[in-house]
């Protein structure tokens, strides 16, 4: 099994969890303090990938301490049920929102099939149960023990998913990110917006992009993807990225577009703002983030947020 460690320094090191064998767009991270933790196991698919990770980080079977998810979006923890299985001794710390779903993920996994059809399988896999007793369910905030005083602390950070935490290391000030930030892409340093239905609202995650900002975090760790220490900046950036895709999408929506139209309006008008539409980008690296966190998924997500709000 091939894998790929970046050591980011203070023991944490990243591993590429490679959704549906992408490499490059899911990240997750082991922080190798005295009480070993996993942030963002990625998909069913990524659990041998991890696995082999850890073995090479020698990090065995009883030595994983804690599992934790930003969120429960399949790109994050559909391998929570593997890798809980495959690390009997390791908790699993999710927000209280999101905790029922990994102990019973059937109406999760019913409702990714009915977005995501047949490409489900390739894409994610298959979300297995955790048993209800390894679990940790956090509230508004919490923490993870990771040995020597060291902590990391969770944040609720609704806006992306109602469900959804920032992290925070108590020793280096690494905030995981998770998605309520968007998605940067490394090759180009684009910062774009994820907004997917059904629980995407811009009030609330603009709130915790300002929460966050708050925490003083000393670099970002994006789950997509990597580590970045340009942390005002980057921030700014995700909440304009917001309000110029609501903006768009809610000039698509007052004019009655249907999803197909909106899509190409919002297309069109966000178009100049990445590198990665340029003419040389690369195009296997403008696919792979597509079908991570498209475009149509984005404008979905607003339009809904907009209908509700209605
Ligand atoms: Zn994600």
Known sequence: ??????????DVYEIDTRMAGY??????YLILSDRPCLVEPGTSGSAPVVRAAL???????DDLASVVVTHIHLDHAGGVGDIARMYPRAEVV???????HLVNPERLMRSARMVYGDSLDTLFGELKPTDAARIRAVEDTGAVDLGGGRRLETHYSPGHA???VGLLDSLTGDLYVGDAAGVYIPETADVRPATPPPDFDLDTALASL?????????RLLFAHYGPVDEVEGTLERSAEELRIWVDAVRDA????????????????RTRDRYALNREDADPDVVAKFEALSGIESNVAGI???LDRHA
Do not use: C, N, Y
């Open 23 to 28: 490499t490059g767009i899911t990240a997750g």
């Open 303 to 305: 339009l809904h947020s």
């Open 94 to 100: 999710v927000h209280e929102k999101g905790a029922r």
């Open 1 to 10: 099994m091939q894998t790929t460690i970046t050591p980011l320094g203070k």
């Open 253 to 268: 929506w007052d004019e009655g577009l249907d999803l197909d139209h909106a899509v190409a309006m919002v297309a069109d």
């Open 55 to 61: 073995d090479e980080l020698g990090v065995g079977p």
């Open 162 to 164: 109602k469900h959804h």
């Open 210 to 218: 300002g929460k966050f900002r708050s925490l003083g975090p000393q």
